[in-house]
């Protein structure tokens, strides 16, 4: 999978239950399209032509509109242990979740299954 896939695979995996909300609002055309992204991308194949499908843009813009500009200094956050972080379960993307310290794992929003610690 080549770099601008795995940023789309990222992005919609950050977004995806904000995706599935919007999407059951809309008409079953786009249901089904938002179904097909989520089978192609779980079995982690391209999806950057059909989420800019389903967003109605450009594939370029996908990526571009999640970039924005520096939020900080890194480790300047909100207190987090550093050993809370997860990530993708087979690394196909670079979505990172974090938990309260001890807390249970993440699942990834595509696959159903727990997020690896990072």
Do not use: W, Y
């Amino acid at each position: 999978m080549d770099r601008f896939e795995r940023d789309v695979l990222t992005m919609l995996c950050a977004g995806l239950p904000e995706l599935r909300q919007e999407c059951a609002n809309l008409s079953a055309d786009r249901k089904a399209l938002l179904d097909r992204i989520e089978v192609e991308a779980a079995s982690r194949r391209p999806v950057a032509r059909l989420v800019s499908q389903l967003l109605e843009c450009d594939p370029e813009d996908i990526v571009e509109a999640r970039r924005g500009p520096a939020t900080g200094l890194p480790g300047a956050g909100g207190g987090r242990a550093d050993d809370e972080v997860f990530g993708c379960p087979d690394d196909s993307c670079n979505h990172r979740a974090r938990t309260v310290p001890a807390g249970e794992p993440p699942r990834c929003a595509l696959l159903g299954l727990r997020m690896r610690r990072l």
